[in-house]
């Protein structure tokens, strides 16, 4: 069960780090980065972002280049939630494909 807190928080970092990742990727043509949740630990020390990625073949590369540079997402986030966290909890990144499965199924029973 999550808490009222926790809820807030992973609605205060998912806007943010969406919004640092639309910014990163108008630098990019042709790549599109949502971050579809947020889930934050009971203690706040860790969040886990589940990002959606088009095109999906780019995928596994976007996501290495995002994992390689964490720590400046984070040090990023920090400077814009400064006054609302005291502690930015440490990231983790998982990709979500929910929307590739969905996709499949759709191809599965068209035929």
Not at 6 to 28: H, N, P, V, W, Y
Not at 99 to 105: A, G
């Amino acid at each position: 069960m999550e808490s009222t807190r926790q809820a807030k928080i992973s609605r205060l970092l998912q806007k943010e780090l969406s919004e640092i990742f639309r910014r990163e990727t108008a630098k990019t043509h042709g790549v599109i980065v949502s971050v579809s949740a947020v889930r934050v630990s009971p203690d706040l020390s860790i969040a886990k972002a589940y990002l959606s990625i088009f095109p999906s073949e780019k995928a596994m590369e976007v996501m290495e280049n995002i994992e390689a540079s964490r720590q400046t997402v984070r040090y990023e986030l920090a400077q814009i939630v400064r006054h609302q966290l005291r502690k930015v909890p440490e990231l983790q990144f998982y990709l979500d494909d929910s929307l590739d499965y969905i996709e499949n199924i759709d191809s599965l029973l068209s035929k």
